[in-house]
C-alpha cells in the first residue's frame, strides 16, 4: 500500500535527520555554543526579537543567525545591520528548517568565532515543531495579533516547546486582549510551559527572555 511505503520514507528520512542533528549538537557542546531555534508564524516578531538581541548583545558577544524563508533575505538583512553574522537558508516551497541544511550552513565558516547560534525557522507553526535541528531548546514566539486562542489551535508546537514567548504586548489593548488570561490559559493547557510576555518596541520582558536561554 502507498500508505506504508509514504511511512518508510518519513521514517528513513527522519533518522537521518535526527543523525546529523545530533551530529550538529554533539559539535556545539564541545566548543560550548548554545543554539536555539525559534519557531513562530510569520508576524509574530521572530525577526523584531532577533533584531533587538543583536542590538543590545552584539557588542559583547558574536552572534550568529541562520535565517530561513521560503524566498528573499529580507529578514537577514534586517538583522545583520545591528552586527550578528546572518546566513540565509531559501527553502523554495519547504515549510521548514532540516538539520542538514543547518549542517551546511555551520560547515560554511568557523562556528569557534561565535559565542551564541540563533536558528530562525520558517514562519508557521506546524512543520518546524517536530523536526530536529541540532538545537538546545524549541521556543515559540506567538503574539497578541494573533488573537486568544493561538495556545489552544497549536497543541502539538506548544508541547514541543521549552519556552513560549507571548509578544507584542504594547498592542493588547488595542487587539482587546487579556495577556494574563491567555497566559492562564496556556498553564491550564501545558502545566510545564513557561510563557514569558514581551515587547520589542518597549524592551517588557527581553531581559527575562535573554535569562531563560543564557544570552546575558
Not at 123 to 140: E, F, Q, R
Not at 206 to 214: L, R, T
Request: charged fraction near 25%.
Amino acid at each position: 500500500m502507498p500508505r506504508v511505503i509514504n511511512i518508510s520514507i518519513d521514517q528513513k528520512i527522519q533518522e537521518k535527520n535526527d543523525l546529523i542533528a545530533s551530529r550538529i549538537r554533539q559539535k556545539r557542546q564541545e566548543l560550548d555554543i548554545p543554539m536555539i531555534d525559534i519557531m513562530g508564524s510569520v508576524g509574530s516578531g521572530k525577526t523584531s526579537i532577533l533584531e533587538y538581541f543583536s542590538r543590545e548583545y552584539s557588542i559583547d558577544k558574536k552572534l550568529l543567525v541562520i535565517n530561513g524563508d521560503l524566498a528573499t533575505d529580507i529578514d537577514a538583512q534586517r538583522i545583520s545591520r545591528f552586527g550578528s553574522k546572518c546566513i540565509q537558508i531559501n527553502t523554495g516551497r519547504g515549510c521548514h528548517l532540516m538539520a542538514f541544511q543547518i549542517e551546511q550552513a555551520l560547515n560554511a565558516l568557523d562556528i569557534a568565532e561565535y559565542d551564541f547560534i540563533f536558528v530562525e525557522n520558517v514562519g508557521n507553526l506546524i512543520c518546524p515543531s517536530s523536526t530536529d535541528v541540532g538545537a538546545d531548546k524549541k521556543i515559540t514566539v506567538t503574539s497578541v495579533t494573533e488573537g486568544p486562542y493561538v495556545f489552544r489551535k497549536h497543541p502539538v508546537t506548544f508541547r514541543m516547546s521549552d519556552l513560549a514567548i507571548l509578544n507584542k504586548v504594547d498592542l493588547a489593548s488595542a487587539m482587546d486582549v487579556n495577556i494574563e488570561e491567555i497566559i492562564n490559559g496556556s498553564k491550564e493547557l501545558y502545566p510545564q510551559l513557561e510563557v514569558v510576555p514581551t515587547s520589542t518596541k518597549t524592551g517588557v520582558g527581553m531581559d527575562i527572555f535573554a535569562k531563560k536561554i543564557g544570552l546575558n
